[in-house]
């Protein structure tokens, strides 16, 4: 039996998605080969060894003091030991690879990642660099271009900026137009904006999120997905699309489907499929990737396939868009999470 510390919760405007995310994982995971160990991090960015039911996690009541034990990790390469603080004491428990299942910056940006790193723990998904890379739109935006991928127009701009400047800029792009946090998931500071009156309220919100943000062309069509798992060998799930009634697929869209519905498989010719599912790959190595990933692409009215973001954590709640896309390709939630360990542990 390994035993897989799935880390859950953290600092992130997306704590609550995690929470979901992660009580999926602990009960489809497969405990005749596996002993999870339950690794939970407070909104203040404490962590604790969490031995209480799983269903506290749905109403967010798992961190108390019954089931919760300060925990931290043995900073050294030959030990894989997580130290769980008792009566000022220190306890060890052995690991054999960490499954982060944190969304948004400081734990799906390659921060966590980076730590388990330094001390040769196998990390299950993306490593430091595709994590970091892909979190920065621009960045990922950039590599992608590189690798012959159709990128949308864009203009970055730092906190501080003149926004009368950045208001003349942005009619190079034309509208409407996107703005968004540079580094941040699940729709967070985003804001569709129609004309030039509505810009400067659209980036004081994205910089409620992060320094730094970035205005973006608007594709006109739809925005399709691609589920990948695997690392050197891929496996590549069906293609899904999200129609939408009006607006775009915010935070509110992406978890409540209030006027929003996701077709899997993506309305679109077996053709277009085959296209969508080659331009994801190619991204997903551009940028580094390994174990799993969900890359999201725009499919123009014309035609033309555009990259939007790669999300090296999506979703992982039964009704979540990458087990649903793997699942209409004949892959289980289960082998999902038992390929993605194994990958992780050669």
């Given at each position: 039996m390994k035993n897989i510390a799935l880390i859950f919760g953290g600092c992130s405007p997306e704590y609550s998605v995690s929470l979901q995310s992660a009580y999926a994982v602990i009960t489809h995971i497969d405990r005749h080969k596996y002993t999870p160990i339950l690794i939970g991090i407070s909104c203040g960015g404490e962590w604790f060894l969490f031995d209480g039911s799983p269903e506290k996690l749905i109403d967010d009541t798992w961190c108390n003091t019954d089931d919760c034990t300060p925990v931290t990790v043995h900073l050294s390469r030959s030990e894989h030991n997580l130290l769980l603080i008792k009566d000022d004491k220190a306890e060890e428990i052995h690991i054999d690879a960490v499954f982060p299942i944190?969304?948004?910056?400081?734990?799906?940006?390659?921060?966590?990642?980076?730590?388990?790193?330094?001390?040769?723990?196998?990390?299950?998904?993306?490593?430091?660099?595709?994590?970091?890379?892909?979190?920065?739109?621009?960045?990922?935006?950039?590599?992608?271009?590189?690798?012959?991928?159709?990128?949308?127009?864009?203009?970055?701009?730092?906190?501080?900026?003149?926004?009368?400047?950045?208001?003349?800029?942005?009619?190079?792009?034309?509208?409407?137009?996107?703005?968004?946090?540079?580094?941040?998931?699940?729709?967070?500071?985003?804001?569709?904006?129609?004309?030039?009156?509505?810009?400067?309220?659209?980036?004081?919100?994205?910089?409620?999120?992060?320094?730094?943000?970035?205005?973006?062309?608007?594709?006109?069509?739809?925005?399709?997905?691609?589920?990948?798992?695997?690392?050197?060998?891929?496996?590549?799930?069906?293609?899904?699309?999200?129609?939408?009634?009006?607006?775009?697929?915010?935070?509110?869209?992406?978890?409540?489907?209030?006027?929003?519905?996701?077709?899997?498989?993506a309305r679109v010719d077996s053709q277009t499929a085959e296209r969508i599912k080659q331009i994801a790959e190619t991204i997903y190595r551009a940028l580094d990737c390994s174990g799993f990933a969900r890359v999201d692409m725009f499919l123009s009215d014309s035609g033309e396939i555009f990259f939007n973001e790669v999300n090296t954590i999506p979703g992982f709640t039964t009704h979540s868009r990458y087990p649903n896309m793997m699942k209409a390709a004949g892959i289980s939630f289960e082998q999902i999470i038992s390929t993605a360990i194994e990958e992780a542990l050669i």
């Open positions: 944190l969304h948004g910056r400081n734990g799906e940006d390659g921060t966590v990642q980076g730590m388990f790193e330094l001390i040769d723990i196998p990390v299950i998904g993306c490593g430091v660099l595709a994590s970091a890379l892909c979190m920065d739109k621009d960045r990922a935006h950039r590599l992608a271009a590189a690798a012959g991928i159709s990128v949308p127009k864009s203009l970055v701009i730092k906190k501080g900026a003149d926004v009368q400047s950045v208001i003349t800029e942005a009619e190079q792009i034309g509208y409407p137009l996107f703005v968004k946090p540079m580094k941040a998931g699940s729709s967070f500071g985003i804001t569709k904006a129609a004309d030039s009156n509505e810009l400067p309220a659209a980036i004081k919100h994205a910089f409620e999120y992060d320094e730094e943000i970035i205005v973006e062309e608007y594709i006109s069509g739809f925005e399709v997905g691609c589920a990948i798992l695997g690392k050197e060998s891929l496996t590549i799930g069906e293609v899904d699309e999200i129609e939408l009634s009006e607006g775009f697929f915010d935070y509110t869209e992406k978890y409540t489907l209030k006027t929003s519905a996701i077709h899997v498989p």
